[in-house]
């Protein structure tokens, strides 16, 4: 599949999905808190903050609570998405952009903040190289996206049924996303890896977590695979997999990255060293 036509079938899926969404987000709060964390390992003192893939706008209410004198602007490409915002969210501040290509002037965002997005965007090269350009110099990138051990026992389980076909979508390895971020402009990446086990108590409900969080949309899926022959057998395959509680298993690797833009001139302490780190005015 395309990178177009990816980016459509992905935009697709959130915007059926944006009604259910905060009610299913269980993996994207779990994530997202745990991403908040690595804030607090930075000194900042943004004056505009991109939220990017901001959703609904759960990540964006905690960031205006953490700087509230900062401007956070909330950016999805998927409209039905931002459209869920609650109806006191600053309505001048919802903007509807691909990632890779952001309506923003070059170095006026001082952090970009990112709760698992990455994963959707099939080039993550121009991804980088597009947030560099609108980060001040010294402006950090704050993000978190799955991992290529995402979605283990599901991928096992087609394995099994459809050894041929390719029907869980495959995330890119950190390696590449580090060789990514240096090679769009970014200096000192830190990588850190989670892994993350959900249980279901069917496996309808297994299911309807990937349907309902708009992440079913697989690549290279062929015309007659999903048949109910095909739809029991996968059924048999996870059943094998369930825990010891007898729950339905998914599993995710969130990958977490912090990235500063090459800074300018002036000096800014970072708190994770005594090193000196050159920053932007943040």
Not at 99 to 104: G, N
Request: proline share 6%; charged share 25%; with cysteine.
């Amino acid at each position: 599949m395309s990178g177009a036509h990816w980016s459509a079938a992905v935009r697709r899926a959130f915007a059926r999905a944006a009604a259910r969404y905060d009610r299913a987000a269980t993996v994207q709060r779990s994530i997202g808190r745990r991403l908040f964390e690595h804030l607090d390992d930075l000194t900042l003192a943004p004056r505009r903050i991109l939220d990017l893939g901001a959703g609904t706008g759960r990540e964006a209410r905690r960031l205006r609570r953490r700087w509230p004198d900062a401007q956070v602007v909330e950016v999805d490409f998927a409209w039905a998405m931002l459209a869920r915002r609650p109806w006191w969210a600053p309505a001048r501040t919802a903007v509807c952009a691909d990632a890779a290509a952001l309506p923003f002037a070059d170095a006026s965002v001082d952090l970009v903040y990112s709760n698992l997005m990455l994963q959707w965007c099939p080039e993550p090269e121009r991804v980088f190289a597009e947030l560099r350009r609108v980060l001040r110099p010294g402006g950090w990138l704050v993000a978190s996206t799955l991992g290529p051990a995402s979605l283990a026992e599901l991928r096992a389980a087609w394995a099994e049924v459809d050894p041929d076909g390719a029907h869980v979508n495959r995330f890119p390895p950190p390696e590449r996303l580090g060789a990514a971020l240096l090679a769009a402009g970014f200096v000192e990446p830190v990588l850190d890896c989670d892994r993350l086990r959900f249980g279901y108590r069917s496996f309808e409900a297994m299911l309807a977590s990937l349907r309902e969080l708009g992440a079913n949309t697989v690549a290279g899926r062929g015309r007659g695979l999903t048949g109910k022959r095909r739809w029991a057998a996968l059924r048999a395959a996870c059943a094998r997999r369930r825990d010891p509680a007898g729950r339905w298993r998914l599993s995710y690797e969130a990958v977490y990255l912090v990235a500063r833009r090459h800074p300018g001139h002036a000096p800014l302490r970072d708190r994770r060293g005594d090193r000196q780190a050159g920053g932007g005015r943040l």
